[in-house]
């Protein structure tokens, strides 16, 4: 795997050299004037925020060989500061293109910025492309977010694959360092054109064909504990649709009450059962309405995704750390494991005792592997928090084991915390928090 990521780093380091190499040759020498000097700052910027809009698309593609070699934390922290990055070079391109070709022209900074329409083609849908990339960080902010609508924040995104079609012509037919030489024009198309096909085939016809295939519906939805739901999902030829245990989906209700609604879940099926299953508690409007939803009802699976599987864990010790709901992935994971002759600890935190779910399951896996599975339920309204000292009894001496941690995002970053004052290293730490992406 880290051959793979390697691999991958490898390319993408390459097509930005060709990047920067086409500019160089074209803007990034020969400057002898302020105005040259500008306007070559204005286009490694123009370049650099393109390429940023390339490279998010590709992180967030769901591409597999995006996903199995990066784990959801680095998609997501990269997903954040290539936003920043794209905002801040496109308002350095903005600026120092309309002062540097001002001050080659005569014109004041109004003039000039007015006259760039008739100057450079595409320049007007590169504007309205790139107000609605600059929109769409904003409602990023994390703040801003939290407070938005899922439908909102939903339709914002989907507004930012037009702002692409609408930046593009203007990065090749007024680019600089594009226009003017036909390999980097050809090499511009083809990024685009491939980057078209990845996120087109991973975000839309691949989950949609795989739906369509198997005919996923709703089977039965099973009480699991106090506000925790299991929904079974069937279909043809379910044992043919592949994911690994640990992973999730996004997944979307056929029903007018729940269309527009896709959301992430674990599977907490095992893989190759006669159904899927996924596991939720009822925490929001979407997740109390969900509990409702008719049997029967038509589903959109997109997945699998995630890196939250057992081939990061090559110890012969695991020790599963689960908050709440978070136990969901921690089923098929246990299994798969159990299966593998690892030695498993489950330490399961719930807030009270009638929260504990699959209690079911569990106890037949105590039953099946009575030498290598253990189960520990931890009630924090009788014994508080997860603290260092109470992970010290589930930890080796040697601190030997890896750990799987998923919970809510508050409990999760204590536990890491913790775990690295006991002399974890981050390999030995497995975790992923997903939400909408």
């Not at 959301?263 to 299953?277: A, T």
Request: proline share 3%; charged share 15%.
């Amino acid at each position: 795997m880290k051959k793979q990521r390697q691999f991958i780093l490898t390319i993408i380091a390459f097509a930005l050299l060709v990047m920067f190499y086409g500019w160089f040759i074209k803007s990034g020498h020969g400057l002898n004037t302020s105005s040259d000097r500008i306007i070559a700052i204005s286009r490694i910027a123009g370049i650099i925020a393109t390429a940023g809009v390339l490279l998010e698309f590709l992180v967030m593609s769901r591409a597999p060989f995006i996903e199995d070699n990066f784990s959801l934390e680095e998609i997501n922290e990269f997903h954040r500061y290539a936003g920043y990055t794209i905002v801040y070079s496109l308002i350095v391109h903005i600026v120092f293109v309309t002062v540097g070709y001002g001050a080659l022209d005569h014109f004041s900074l109004w003039k000039q910025f007015w006259s760039f329409p008739s100057q450079f083609s595409g320049l007007l849908s590169a504007l309205v492309g790139s107000a609605a990339l600059i929109i769409a960080a904003l409602f990023s902010i994390k703040l801003v977010r939290k407070k938005l609508p899922y439908e909102l924040w939903y339709f914002i995104h989907v507004i930012v694959y037009g702002s692409i079609v609408l930046t593009f012509s203007h990065q090749v037919d007024s680019g600089g360092d594009v226009s003017t030489l036909p390999w980097m024009r050809a090499y511009w198309y083809f990024l685009f054109g491939l980057l078209f096909v990845i996120v087109a085939y991973y975000r839309f016809i691949r989950h949609i064909t795989l739906s369509l295939y198997h005919g996923f519906k709703v089977e039965k939805i099973i009480p699991e504990a106090n506000g925790i739901y299991s929904v079974y999902i069937s279909g043809r030829n379910i044992q043919k649709y592949t994911y690994k245990a640990g992973q999730y989906a996004h997944w979307r209700m056929l029903n007018p009450k729940f269309f527009l609604q896709n959301h992430p879940f674990s599977f907490s099926s095992v893989p190759g059962s006669d159904h899927l299953r996924f596991t939720f508690k009822t925490s929001g409007d979407f997740t109390n309405k969900l509990a409702s939803v008719p049997v029967g009802t038509r589903l959109l699976v997109d997945g699998p995704r995630g890196s939250f599987v057992t081939e990061h864990s090559f110890d012969r010790k695991v020790l599963m750390i689960a908050g709440g709901i978070g136990v969901s992935p921690f089923i098929p994971l246990a299994k798969s494991l159990l299966e593998d002759k690892r030695d498993i600890t489950v330490l399961y935190s719930v807030v009270n005792r009638e929260d504990v779910a699959f209690k079911e399951e569990f106890n037949q896996l105590l039953n099946t592997y009575p030498a290598t599975f253990r189960l520990a339920i931890h009630v924090a309204s009788e014994t508080g928090y997860i603290t260092e000292a109470t992970l010290l009894k589930f930890v080796a001496e040697d601190r030997d084991e890896a750990v799987y941690v998923c919970g809510p995002p508050a409990m999760t970053n204590s536990i890491i915390k913790q775990l690295k004052n006991l002399d974890f290293y981050d390999d030995q730490i497995i975790t992923e928090q997903f939400s909408f992406a």
